[in-house]
């Protein structure tokens, strides 16, 4: 005798469009600039800057991505559950990391229009010019991947590590 309940989840949103179909060649594109602004980044850092910039745009592909490939980088999920209250949680990440989530926040965002000075120079005091530069370019194509996702609906839930969008 079994006692457990079946619960039906709500029906996945079809995707609008499968860009990567019609568009084959910004894909490419997007995927030769996403490894090369990786180069030189912690791989950990990477995704916790992917995941940061995703819940901001409320990707909900690339966070299905994202948290995926950070655990398969050995990230904690703790860290990846505290991500969307970063300030408050503080103490969960490095003084690095702290910059980095700062400068994406503030890229991804811009609302103010710019990139405060602050956050900027507390960014600089901890990456080396040649890493913030990659740094930029890790938050720049995030945000281009989120809203491709955003845009078309991709679906979450069906990513695996090691696959391309």
Request: proline share 4%; glycine share 4%.
């Amino acid at each position: 005798m079994s006692t457990e309940e079946t619960i039906e989840y709500a029906a996945e949103h079809p995707p609008r469009l499968d860009w990567v179909r019609h568009a084959p060649e910004v894909y490419k594109a997007m995927v030769k600039l996403d490894a090369a602004a990786r180069k030189g980044l912690d791989p950990k850092l990477y995704e916790l800057v992917k995941i940061r910039a995703s819940q901001i745009n409320r990707c909900a592909f690339c966070l299905d991505m994202h948290t995926k490939d950070a655990l398969a980088a050995g990230e904690s999920v703790e860290r990846i559950v505290q991500l969307s209250a970063w300030e408050e949680s503080r103490h969960f990440y490095t003084e690095k990391e702290l910059a980095a989530l700062a400068l994406t926040e503030a890229v991804t965002v811009l609302t103010d229009g710019f990139v405060p000075d602050e956050v900027y120079e507390q960014a600089a005091k901890h990456f080396d010019e040649a890493e913030l530069a990659q740094l930029i370019a890790a938050i720049t194509v995030i945000n281009a991947w989120n809203r491709f996702g955003v845009t078309t609906r991709k679906t979450p839930g069906h990513y695996q590590p090691g696959q391309h969008g």
